[in-house]
């Protein structure tokens, strides 16, 4: 996007654009396109912002558009750095650097592009020598509190930040930025303040809402978590040009908690899906209803004292896949091979899976159909019995040449005294005795 624009295009202003103007244009720009969502078109927007709201940057900015060999190098590696081309960009820069060693612009350009070449080192000598010569430009700032923030120097990065905001009270990307940094140093009042004195600075944004809805996740502080998605949605009823957006933010807050709270992730695809019915929204929001009533289950299951922990472990385990999106190899495979070559303490597990809790038993169909379909077992050749059990040694962590073939066996379900089966039906902890027999009289 934006190939070749000028910072003028980029913000859609006229060349004479007055300062307030151009500031209009940026708090409308950057509502549009968010840095979470779209962080290349953030910098470029960011970028032409700071450069036109500063007189001195943007007098050296006119006279480079003048220059047609240094505007070429600096569109050269605009175009690189737009692509995630960082090291490419660099050829450009020191090109234009040559012709123009003084060039704020374009050392500017060069540190940004170490920042993500994680040379941080280089790139702050590069902001605190700019910062010597310009002690009154709030972007060197910020982007020295970047670098800092990226180097893991958080204190010292929350003070860039500050600094920054010194000089540029309204710069988003500098609340923003401050808000994180608080909260990364684990001082979650002030980094919460940070942000919503950046929404009454700058106005309502996703990017201050997401971070709100972070640290309410972390904080696991429901109320506070749904009155800020409210805050988030509410920016759609006022703003029909952000409904897009506004969906991709829940989208993303319902991927970071629909593993601890799934219901609340359903229902926030749900409001996603109606804000934008994109084909990847209803497909996530129909994998998550599916994990909000496989958990349910799941917790019913784990109460069962008539279900073996073997198997109870097994269907944890596929529903962690299906939560994580991991389709990659089964862990549990070897373990379900040893279960299916000595399932006897297992088939009554089974049976009260698909009776009891059919969207489980779909879960992992084939292979309990497969362990009720051969109760006296599955033969495998001795070599691929010592491969199985080779298999379960190394998950366990143990020496899979140290383990006699007879020392790995499925444990009997332990003795249970109230379960909901009849008195003369086999008893669930697998022995094949009757119940009345078995663990009822225990």
């Given at each position: 996007?934006?190939?070749?624009?000028?910072?003028?295009?980029?913000?859609?202003?006229?060349a004479?654009?007055g300062?307030?103007?151009i500031?209009?244009?940026?708090?409308?720009?950057?509502?549009?396109?968010?840095?979470?969502?779209?962080?290349?078109?953030?910098?470029?927007?960011?970028?032409?912002?700071?450069t036109?709201?500063?007189?001195?940057?943007?007098?050296?900015?006119?006279?480079?558009?003048?220059?047609?060999?240094i505007?070429?190098?600096?569109?050269?590696?605009?175009?690189?750095?737009?692509?995630?081309?960082?090291?490419?960009?660099?050829?450009?820069?020191?090109?234009?650097?040559?012709?123009?060693?003084?060039?704020?612009?374009?050392?500017?350009?060069?540190?940004?592009?170490?920042?993500?070449?994680?040379?941080?080192?280089?790139?702050?000598?590069?902001?605190?020598?700019?910062?010597?010569?310009?002690?009154?430009?709030?972007?060197?700032?910020?982007?020295l509190?970047?670098?800092?923030?990226?180097?893991?120097?958080?204190?010292?990065?929350?003070?860039?930040?500050?600094?920054?905001?010194?000089?540029?009270?309204?710069?988003?990307?500098?609340?923003?930025?401050?808000?994180?940094?608080?909260?990364?140093?684990?001082?979650?009042?002030?980094?919460?303040?940070?942000?919503?004195?950046?929404?009454?600075?700058?106005?309502?944004?996703?990017?201050?809402?997401?971070?709100?809805?972070?640290?309410?996740?972390?904080?696991d502080?429901?109320?506070?978590?749904?009155?800020?998605?409210r805050?988030?949605?509410?920016?759609?009823?006022?703003?029909?040009?952000?409904?897009?957006?506004?969906?991709?933010?829940?989208?993303?807050?319902?991927?970071?908690?629909?593993?601890?709270?799934?219901?609340?992730?359903?229902?926030?695809?749900?409001?996603?899906?109606?804000?934008?019915?994109?084909?990847?929204?209803?497909?996530?929001?129909?994998?998550?209803?599916?994990?909000?009533?496989?958990?349910?289950?799941?917790?019913?299951?784990?109460k069962d004292?008539?279900?073996?922990?073997?198997?109870?472990?097994?269907?944890?385990?596929?529903?962690?896949?299906?939560?994580?999106?991991?389709?990659?190899?089964?862990?549990?495979?070897?373990?379900?091979?040893?279960?299916?070559?000595?399932?006897?303490n297992?088939?009554?597990?089974?049976r009260?899976?698909?009776?009891?809790?059919?969207d489980?038993?779909k879960?992992?169909?084939?292979?309990?159909?497969?362990?009720?379909?051969?109760?006296?077992?599955?033969?495998?050749?001795?070599?691929?019995?010592?491969?199985?059990?080779?298999?379960?040694?190394?998950?366990?962590?143990?020496?899979?040449?140290?383990?006699?073939?007879?020392?790995?066996?499925?444990?009997?379900?332990?003795?249970?005294?109230?379960?909901?089966?009849?008195?003369?039906?086999?008893?669930?902890?697998?022995?094949?005795?009757?119940?009345?027999?078995?663990?009822?009289?225990?």
């Open positions: 996007m934006w190939e070749n624009a000028s910072h003028y295009e980029i913000l859609g202003v006229g004479s654009a300062v307030q103007e500031k209009k244009a940026y708090f409308g720009a950057v509502r549009k396109y968010p840095p979470e969502r779209w962080p290349e078109e953030f910098k470029r927007i960011r970028e032409a912002y700071v036109l709201s500063n007189p001195e940057r943007r007098r050296e900015y006119d006279d480079g558009q003048e220059n047609g060999t505007r070429e190098y600096l569109g050269e590696a605009h175009e690189a750095m737009d692509e995630q081309r960082y090291q490419e960009a660099l050829a450009p820069l020191q090109k234009a650097l040559e012709i123009s060693p003084g060039s704020r612009v374009a050392r500017g350009m060069h540190a940004l592009c170490l920042i993500q070449l994680e040379a941080y080192e280089q790139a702050i000598r590069i902001y605190k020598k700019l910062i010597l010569e310009c002690p009154d430009d709030p972007v060197f700032y910020y982007t509190g970047e670098a800092l923030f990226r180097q893991g120097a958080l204190k010292q990065a929350s003070e860039a930040f500050e600094a920054s905001l010194r000089l540029a009270p309204d710069d988003l990307a500098s609340w923003v930025q401050l808000g994180y940094c608080y909260f990364r140093l684990d001082n979650n009042v002030k980094a919460r303040a940070t942000l919503e004195k950046c929404l009454e600075v700058c106005g309502e944004n996703v990017s201050v809402y997401l971070r709100l809805i972070q640290m309410d996740t972390y904080e502080n429901v109320d506070w978590l749904k009155r800020d998605i805050r988030l949605e509410k920016l759609a009823e006022d703003d029909p040009e952000m409904r897009e957006n506004v969906a991709w933010s829940l989208v993303r807050t319902a991927e970071s908690i629909r593993e601890r709270v799934p219901d609340l992730a359903a229902t926030l695809l749900g409001k996603a899906k109606k804000l934008n019915p994109d084909a990847e929204i209803k497909q996530l929001h129909k994998e998550t209803s599916l994990l909000q009533k496989l958990y349910k289950s799941e917790e019913r299951l784990r004292p008539a279900i073996h922990s073997w198997i109870k472990d097994l269907v944890s385990i596929e529903i962690a896949r299906i939560a994580e999106g991991y389709d990659g190899p089964e862990n549990a495979a070897p373990m379900q091979k040893l279960m299916l070559k000595e399932p006897a297992l088939l009554s597990s089974a009260r899976i698909k009776e009891e809790y059919p489980l038993f879960l992992l169909r084939k292979f309990l159909q497969t362990l009720l379909d051969n109760p006296a077992g599955v033969v495998f050749s001795e070599s691929d019995t010592r491969q199985i059990y080779r298999e379960i040694a190394l998950l366990d962590g143990l020496n899979p040449d140290g383990i006699p073939l007879d020392e790995v066996y499925i444990p009997p379900m332990p003795r249970v005294k109230t379960v909901d089966v009849g008195r003369n039906e086999p008893c669930p902890c697998g022995s094949g005795k009757k119940y009345k027999k078995c663990c009822l009289g225990a």
